[in-house]
């Protein structure tokens, strides 16, 4: 036992292979090792994949590390943007069911006459029957009616008469209520919370 230690601790610092190596020569020498062989090389393989998986997990973050200390300079401020809103709006349509709409869907199509799938898929197909059906045409129009405001001021209120307090405060609170009901119509959650 004491030779097999002192084998092990000469190929310390030397590659795998010669380490393995070494103790077969070990086991081979030695009768009573050789049933223990079958027993140890399990392990030894197992030590091997997770030494291989450290060493991905500390380049992948080496990686990372590189990638964020030379990206954060202003050149790369588009970049950030981009991940920034690819995460909100990842987040967003999780929110707003998408993923259910897309299970329930499957759902009806694998299985057409079950009205139960099929009151769900509505149910979660609420919000895209609200974009399109409600929140577009009120988008539309209500637009146009701010438009319209801003047009009347400018050409026949000449210019919302010289200045007029009370046209101007009309004209902004025609465009905050806008703004405002663009989020309602269109059920933002980071405007409904």
């Not at 991940?83 to 999780?94: H, K």
């Not at 006459?113 to 609420?126: D, G, P, Q, S």
């Not at 008469?161 to 989020?183: H, K, T």
């Amino acid at each position: 036992m004491g030779s097999a230690l002192g084998v092990f601790w000469n190929f310390i610092g030397h590659s795998e292979d010669t380490l393995r190596d070494g103790a077969k020569d070990i086991i081979e020498g030695d009768e009573n090792l050789k049933g223990i062989e079958d027993a140890v090389m399990p392990a030894w393989n197992q030590a091997k994949n997770l030494k291989k998986d450290w060493k991905k997990i500390q380049d992948d973050q080496k990686a990372k590390d590189e990638y964020n200390l030379h990206h954060w300079g202003a050149e790369h401020i588009g970049e950030r943007i981009e991940d920034y809103a690819e995460d909100f709006l990842i987040e967003e349509a999780n929110e707003l069911g998408v993923i259910d709409m897309v299970d329930e869907g499957v759902k009806v199509i694998e299985e057409p006459f079950n009205i139960e799938a099929a009151m769900k898929f509505f149910v979660a197909c609420r919000w895209v029957f609200n974009f399109f059906l409600l929140a577009w045409p009120w988008a539309a129009f209500s637009f146009l009616m701010f438009v319209y405001n801003i047009v009347f001021n400018c050409w026949l209120n000449k210019w919302w008469a010289l200045g007029n307090f009370y046209l101007m405060f009309n004209s902004y609170i025609c465009w905050f209520q806008w703004l405002n009901s663009m989020g309602l119509y269109f059920e933002w959650p980071f405007y409904m919370r």
